[in-house]
């Protein structure tokens, strides 16, 4: 079983910056394969970025390529997504999702986190 927990989300204004966090209770962090989702109101939930388990690949939704970084310390059982230059359309709760295959789509992802909320005003 793996718990993992976002936190860093809150109310940023377009242009501004953010990272969002999320620690994961599991030993075999390493393994998984990492990714944020979001999901704004009203819309499906959507993928965000992806990472492998040694952090070797990495993929991005068109949407958020060149603003967005995500990372991982694998000592520390920790992802990260980095948000910069964030635009109103962002706004949406972010969670953070683990599973053994690097995709996209997020019924490979057997783990989630509860959310964390993003809202950028403009």
């Known amino acids: 079983q793996v718990q993992l927990v976002e936190s860093g989300g809150g109310l940023v204004q377009a242009g501004g910056s953010l990272r969002v966090s999320c620690a994961a209770s599991a030993r075999t962090f390493s393994m998984s394969v990492m990714a944020w989702f979001r999901q704004a109101p009203g819309k499906e939930r959507e993928f965000v970025a992806g990472?492998?388990?040694?952090?070797?690949?990495?993929n991005y939704a068109d949407s958020v390529k060149g603003r967005f970084t995500i990372s991982r310390d694998n000592a520390k059982n920790s992802v990260y997504l980095q948000m910069n230059s964030l635009k109103p359309e962002d706004t949406a709760v972010y969670y953070c999702a683990a599973g053994a295959t690097f995709s996209t789509t997020s019924h490979w992802y057997n783990y989630w986190g509860q959310g964390t909320q993003v809202t950028v005003s403009s």
């Open positions: 990472i492998s388990n040694w952090g070797r690949n990495r």
